[in-house]
């Protein structure tokens, strides 16, 4: 069985650009959770999608927003990129998204703003 | 909103057993412990969880407290793959928020 795959792996931006990221989740798997890692703050939750539709949300602003297609695959975007955004972006699934569940994580997408 | 504290680093030898402890002392009721480790340049990878009971797997237990406000995570037999830094993170049932903690750097030493 596959495992969660987010694309690119790697990204470099300019301040004020746009970034879309991809998370394919394992496949079954209806729920699609994102998370920010920094040296700084370390993991921070940012939302969680469920059948299409944005079930929680963590303390970020709206400029980091997402979605969930039919199939489960989720994307996330950040607009008007700051330095502050450069992290590791990682995306995790997981059957319904209970609290009781395992987690599956992808490897990340390394952003780097410039 | 209730969060863990673990320490920074910790020091194991290769063969030995590793308690890596947490304190979540303002736990709610419903939130499940759970566990998982990041090796460098990958996503983490689950270990265990719990919510009141001492639970076991092939890859380690983890030991509540009865009161909840702390557990420990058992590694029986420490390997060099055991290095990692481990999290201790909070899942609430309401809302399936997630709290983490700042993880524990676990150095294995052969």
């Known amino acids: 069985k596959a495992g969660v795959t987010q694309t690119p792996r790697y990204l470099i931006k300019t301040r004020g650009q746009q970034v879309t990221l991809s998370c394919s989740p394992i496949s079954g798997h209806r729920s699609v959770s994102w998370y920010q890692q920094t040296p700084g703050q370390g993991l921070q939750f940012l939302f969680e999608?469920?059948?299409?539709?944005?079930?929680n949300k963590g303390n970020f602003p709206g400029r980091f927003s997402g979605r969930q297609f039919s199939n489960s695959r989720s994307e996330m975007n950040v607009s008007t990129l700051e330095l502050g955004d450069s992290a590791l972006y990682l995306c995790?699934?997981?059957?319904?998204?209970?609290?009781?569940?395992?987690?599956?994580f992808g490897s990340g997408t390394q952003l780097s703003v410039l | 909103d209730a969060k863990t504290t673990q320490p920074n680093s910790m020091e194991s030898n290769e063969e030995e057993p590793v308690h890596l402890p947490c304190n979540h002392s303002?736990?709610?009721?419903?939130?499940?412990i759970h566990w998982y480790r990041q090796l460098p340049s990958q996503g983490p990878e689950y270990v265990i969880h719990?919510?009141?009971s001492n639970v076991n797997n092939r890859m380690a237990s983890l030991a509540i407290a009865e009161d909840r406000k702390s557990s420990t995570l058992i590694l029986h037999r420490a390997t060099l793959r055991d290095a990692a830094v481990y999290y201790c993170i909070l899942r609430a049932q309401n809302n399936n928020d997630m709290r983490f903690g700042a993880g524990t750097r676990l150095t294995v030493k052969p």
């Open positions: 999608y469920f059948s299409e539709t944005q079930r």
């Open positions: 995790a699934s997981s059957l319904e998204g209970r609290a009781n569940e395992k987690l599956f």
């Open positions: 719990g919510l009141t």
């Open positions: 303002t736990i709610s009721g419903t939130d499940y």
